[in-house]
């Protein structure tokens, strides 16, 4: 397998050095599942880290009308119909999940990782708030499945924070069980088997971004990020999250958990997840996970989504793969 980059130099005339020739570079590199393009930039401090201290302000001024706080969550929130949960709400541990009242797909939940929890900075994302969060999720996307067996594509996603999409503050995930894919899982799936196959092996091998895992989960930092920071992590056996596993749920959680702390230690406040299911017991197709850093939470902040990540699909980031791998160590081969 080959992971194809291109340097591509230019030059300007620098106003700093008197106008004198100044070369400068640019990288391109090409994912090895999908073909998607990515440009890596040198360092100009395009993610500037998050504020503590304004995320937890912020948490402050939303919470007296926080619809996901204890105080209202019960009578605020709709509930799942029965043939889906028989209790109109599923809940593991602090988790809670109820349907979203803006469906995105077929099926649509919202899953709080505590009422309790308005504020839940990248580092209080304990495995354990993770994990349960997550199988709840995996708990319902099971039921919808069953109840409609064409809505095969199931997702769980999360927008952390508000620079990363979410509307509410309080930390979410989000969960989608669709009949037809979204574009990114519909490439994903039509990737061959093997393909993933060498493309773990080759990045086993090569040892420079992978990350390691338990026994279930691998994880990596991304050749090609589709945004800053990117973390991808692939569950070899299962091809949905309707099929994971309680251990698989735990282990992923772990994981997931080891990611948000390793973003909290770069500085960063707020990430987008997506965990891309394809149907059920599609032959070969290993469970693929990705997040990515958005811009921190501060007034007039800058949104790492430009004309490149929205409109040409191509990510341009400042952030390198391989001091994102650095910077992780040997923390996701940990046992928790
Ligand atoms: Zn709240």
Request: glycine fraction near 8%; charged fraction near 25%.
């Amino acid at each position: 397998m080959e992971f194809r980059r291109w340097i591509i130099d230019g030059e300007i005339l620098d106003p700093e050095r008197g106008f004198e020739p100044r070369a400068l570079r640019v990288e391109v590199r090409e994912d090895p599942l999908t073909g998607h393009t990515a440009r890596l930039l040198s360092a100009a401090g395009l993610l500037p880290p998050q504020d503590p201290d304004e995320l937890r302000a912020l948490g402050e001024r939303t919470r007296a009308g926080c619809p996901f706080c204890p105080e209202r969550a019960e009578a605020a929130t709709p509930k799942l119909p029965a043939e889906i949960a028989p209790e109109g709400r599923i809940r593991r541990g602090e988790a809670l999940l109820f349907p979203n009242l803006l469906p995105y797909a077929r099926f649509s939940s919202v899953s709080l990782y505590s009422p309790e929890r308005h504020v839940l900075a990248l580092d209080e994302l304990t495995p354990r708030l993770v994990a349960d969060n997550l199988a709840a999720q995996v708990a319902w996307a099971r039921a919808c499945v069953e109840a409609d067996p064409s809505a095969g594509w199931v997702s769980i996603n999360a927008n952390h924070m508000l620079p990363s999409g979410s509307s509410i503050f309080h930390p979410h995930l989000q969960g989608a069980v669709n009949p037809v894919p979204t574009t990114m899982q519909r490439l994903l799936a039509q990737v061959p088997a093997g393909r993933f196959r060498d493309y773990l092996a080759h990045e086993r091998a090569e040892g420079v971004r992978y990350l390691g895992g338990r026994a279930r989960v691998e994880w990596l930092a991304s050749f090609a990020p589709l945004g800053p920071c990117e973390l991808r992590a692939f569950v070899p056996g299962v091809a949905s999250p309707a099929s994971l596993d309680e251990e698989t749920v735990e282990e992923l959680g772990a994981g997931v958990a080891t990611a948000a702390g390793l973003y909290a230690e770069l500085g960063y406040g707020s990430f987008n997840l997506a965990l891309y299911g394809a149907p059920p017991g599609t032959d070969g197709y290993p469970l693929n996970l990705r997040m990515i850093c958005r811009s921190s939470l501060t007034p007039f902040y800058r949104s790492d989504a430009t004309c490149l990540e929205r409109l040409h699909w191509e990510a341009a980031i400042d952030t390198s793969p391989e001091e994102l791998a650095r910077a992780a160590g040997d923390r996701f081969t940990k046992p928790g």
